[in-house]
């Protein structure tokens, strides 16, 4: 069992920045790929970025790339997901998930999950 928590979510405007992170419980977290997803208010569920086990590959949906970066430090069991440009349609609640395989982009294919935290970006 692995569990995840997400911090760093808020409100900010329109041009500018924020930083997820996603804390793990577990110290075989450098075994999971991991992967951020979001859900905005009667929507599915969505893709966003993806990275691979050892950091070294990334995947993003067309969506957020070139604006978002997501990162990991396995000393630490951390996933990062970096935002910059944030534009009102990134309003969301933003999920991190562990999985197998970072190019993955249905949930699903993601077996745990952490519980949330909102970005709210006002244009």
């Known amino acids: 069992q692995v569990q995840l928590v997400e911090s760093g979510g808020g409100l900010v405007q329109a041009g500018g920045s924020l930083r997820l992170s996603c804390a793990a419980s577990k110290r075989t977290f450098s075994n999971y790929a991991m992967g951020w997803f979001r859900q905005a208010p009667g929507k599915e569920r969505e893709f966003v970025a993806g990275?691979?086990?050892?950091?070294?590959?990334?995947y993003y949906a067309d969506s957020v790339k070139g604006r978002f970066t997501i990162s990991r430090d396995n000393a630490k069991n951390t996933v990062y997901l970096q935002m910059n440009s944030l534009k009102p349609e990134d309003t969301a609640v933003y999920y991190c998930?562990?999985?197998?395989?970072?190019?993955?982009?249905?949930?699903?294919?993601?077996?745990?999950w952490g519980q949330g935290t909102q970005v709210t970006v006002s244009s």
């Open positions: 998930a562990a999985g197998l395989y970072y190019t993955r982009s249905r949930p699903l294919d993601y077996d745990y």
């Open positions: 990275i691979s086990w050892s950091g070294g590959s990334t």
